[in-house]
Nanobody
């Protein structure tokens, strides 16, 4: 089992930045491919970004246009999502998730956090 706890969400004005954190506990953190997903009201949960176990390789949804950066610190069992140039359409609940395989497919992530709300005002 892997337990995941997100933090860092909040209210920010358009153009601002936030950094989300996800603290993991349980099994060996570096064994897991870590991802961030988000779900806006009335929409499906969508892939945002992910990072491999070593932190060497990162992957992003095409729609982000370079505004977000995912990283991890295996010594701290934590994965981060730095979000810059935020837009109102980035408003969503952001979820951290862990997968045993390198993937962006939601169903392949076995472990999920409870989510953290990000609200971007115009």
């Amino acid at each position: 089992q892997v337990q995941l706890v997100e933090s860092g969400g909040g209210l920010v004005q358009a153009g601002g930045s936030l950094r989300l954190s996800c603290a993991a506990s349980g099994r060996t953190f570096s064994n897991y491919h870590m991802g961030w997903f988000r779900q806006a009201p009335g929409k499906e949960r969508e892939y945002v970004a992910s990072v491999d176990g070593s932190g060497t390789n990162t992957y992003y949804a095409n729609s982000l246009n370079g505004r977000f950066t995912i990283s991890r610190d295996n010594a701290k069992n934590t994965v981060y999502l730095q979000m810059n140039s935020l837009k109102p359409e980035d408003t969503a609940i952001y979820y951290c998730a862990a997968s045993e395989v390198r993937t962006g497919i939601r169903s392949r992530y076995a472990y999920w956090g409870q989510g953290t709300q990000v609200t971007v005002s115009s």
